[in-house]
């Protein structure tokens, strides 16, 4: 059974750090791609960064120069280490990953399969 488990969340003040990280367990391979995707309620869900089996990496405008995604492939962990976070980061942090296919984009929500359960980031002014 295909499993995502993040962790890592947090609060802390602005221009804080945290590292989230994510395991997937349950698949044998290294899936196409991952990334790293964040909610509010009653709000559609943000593509943060994506990662794909290559090391090619996207990022939202909101979050680059400050964000930064990486994965060790060995153990099919993902990690985001952000930087510099602002009181707009807080949020519900979800990894996902894609094992269909290629991804052609690596932030559109819509083209990952499995999903994790969410990590809570808070950041204070």
């Known amino acids: 059974q295909v499993q995502l488990v993040e962790s890592g969340g947090g609060s802390v003040q602005t221009g804080g750090s945290l590292r989230l990280s994510c395991v997937l367990t349950g698949y044998r391979w290294n899936p196409y791609c991952m990334g790293w995707f964040r909610q509010d309620p009653g709000k559609e869900r943000e593509g943060v960064a994506g990662?794909?089996?290559?090391?090619?990496?996207e990022y939202a405008e909101s979050v680059e120069g400050r964000f930064t995604i990486t994965q060790d492939r060995s153990n099919n962990t993902l990690f985001l280490q952000m930087n510099n976070l602002e009181p707009g980061d807080t949020s519900m942090y979800y990894c996902?990953?894609?094992?269909?296919?290629?991804?052609?984009?690596?932030?559109?929500?819509?083209?990952?399969?499995?999903w994790g359960q969410g990590t809570q980031v808070t950041v204070s002014s």
């Open positions: 990662i794909d089996r290559d090391g090619t990496t």
């Open positions: 996902a990953a894609r094992l269909s296919s290629t991804c052609a984009y690596l932030v559109r929500y819509r083209l990952y399969d499995y």
